[in-house]
């Protein structure tokens, strides 16, 4: 069965530090989604990539966050510095596009991120 | 600006009657439309996709509607049970390609046995 992991699962980080959260997206899927959701705003998206190329990242703060896919079974979205409004649960998911048309997301289980 | 609204406040019903979700939007010419599942501590999970020439869609207990006119997609789950409480969000695809999804702030649904 397959589906998208991410690591860490949870992560108590101090302000200023640096994260990093991974993602390993399903096998085939030419497109990654990095989405943030809070109680406040809900689910964002942040940046997706399709084909591993970054398509889109304006959902995200540029001057600390930044996202890469260094093979087509990695992606990455590193926060530095952290800063306690980061705090968030971020979730990965993938999916296939196809003729520009985008299908259904699989999501992973998300990475619980709290910055003190 | 753009907005999509879902009902924020719960849902309750009782098991067996059919649960009626809204999904609202404005300022979007939405491609299609997507309805996903989540579960306390889970990711959102798949659950209905209908395209803008689409007025309605079925899976099992499931059926979706979707008025392009009045800007409106209305979730149905028949006869439903207490393993349907969840909280179910939806979310358009838009914008060029068509590749994004915005999605809503979710309604919970609780089904009381």
């Known amino acids: 069965d397959a589906r998208v992991t991410q690591t860490p699962r949870h992560k108590v980080t101090e302000m200023g530090q640096e994260v990093t959260m991974r993602c390993q997206p399903i096998l085939g899927h030419n497109t990654v989604f990095w989405y943030r959701q809070t109680m406040m705003q809900g689910l964002e998206l942040l940046a997706y990539?399709?084909?591993?190329?970054?398509?889109?990242d304006s959902g995200m703060p540029k001057d600390r966050f930044s996202a890469e896919m260094p093979d087509a079974t990695l992606a990455t979205l590193k926060i530095q510095p952290s800063e306690p409004r980061d705090s968030a649960v971020y979730f990965c998911a993938s999916g296939l596009v196809v003729a520009r048309v985008s299908y259904e997301q699989y999501f992973g289980p998300g990475t619980r991120l709290t910055v003190t | 600006s753009q907005k999509i609204e879902q009902n924020s406040e719960a849902l309750n019903i009782q098991e067996g009657k059919t649960a009626t979700l809204t999904c609202n939007y404005t300022?979007?010419?939405?491609?299609?439309l997507q309805w996903y599942r989540q579960d306390p501590g889970r990711g959102p999970v798949f659950l209905l996709l209908i395209r803008e020439n689409e007025k309605e869609k079925r899976k099992e207990r499931l059926k979706v509607t979707f008025d392009t006119t009045l800007k409106q997609s209305l979730f149905h789950i028949t006869a439903s049970q207490p393993a349907d409480s969840a909280t179910y969000l939806c979310a358009l695809a838009w914008g060029t390609g068509r590749r994004a999804l915005t999605f809503g702030s979710g309604t919970r649904l609780q089904v009381q046995p």
């Open positions: 990539f399709r084909n591993r190329a970054p398509l889109d």
């Open positions: 300022n979007y010419s939405p491609a299609y």
